[in-house]
Every structure is written in C-alpha cells, then in structure tokens.
C-alpha cells in the first residue's frame, strides 16, 4: 500500500494566542489591502456606511436590523473574496485564458448576486 504524501508542508507555526494574534494581523492587513488597491470595496464600505446610518432612522424591528447588517457584511465579504480571486488569476498569469475569465466573471456575478439580494431585502424591509 502505497502511503500518502504529506500535503502539508512541515514548517514551524504559530499555536495558541501567537496564532490567533497572527491571524488578527493577516485579516488586517487584508482589509488594508482591500481598502488600498480595490476601488470596488471602498465604494462598497461607504455604500454600506450610509444604509447602517438609514437603519437608525427607519422604524424596523430587531431581527430586521440584524439581517440588514448581515447582508452587508455579506457584500462586503464576496467583495473581499472577489477581489481576492482576481489578485489570483492576475498573480498566476497576465494572459487572457478562458478559465481565468470565468474565474472572474464568476466572482463578480457573485458580488452582483449579493448586492440584488440587499436591494431586494431593503425594499421587503421599507415596504413589505
């Protein structure tokens, strides 16, 4: 019987609070790096920014609120994971191949599915 290679690579890691304190640092600076190189993302930070601030003015119930917010965190997490597809594809290559287009178009019908799905629970939660 043949045994199974070893996947993963044998390098010291951090465990416990070092590696929680690790992980903290890598998310921050992947949201820098979403806020810096990714216009998109920005944009929907402000996006979602303005409708927490309407959220306060409008009268909606508890779990209205919570799934608003949620929602907007999922747009923002696709984005994120977007973005991160793209850098991806362009780091792996910078030539076109079909593969690469659908990785990204992909990651963008995602983000659009996000953004149709908080119009559409903004507008149940205003008039529904």
């Known amino acids: 019987m043949n045994p ?5 690579p044998n390098k010291p890691g951090k465990r416990g609070l070092a590696r929680i304190f690790a992980a903290l640092g890598y998310s921050r600076d992947g949201l820098a790096a979403a806020w810096q190189y990714e216009a998109a993302f920005r944009q929907l930070v402000w996006l979602h920014a303005a409708l927490l601030v ?23 997490i696709t984005e994120a994971l ?9 780091y792996i290559s910078s030539e076109r191949h079909p593969l690469a287009k659908r990785a990204k ?10 953004l149709v799905m908080t119009a559409l629970l903004w507008l149940m939660a205003l008039y529904g």
């Open 4 to 8: 199974q290679p070893n996947l993963t």
């Open 54 to 76: 309407v959220q306060f003015f409008c009268d909606f119930d508890t779990p209205v609120r919570m799934l608003l917010l949620g929602v907007s965190f999922l747009s923002l």
């Open 82 to 90: 977007n973005s991160a597809i793209e850098a991806a594809v362009d």
């Open 105 to 114: 178009d992909l990651g963008s019908a995602a983000q659009l599915l996000a």
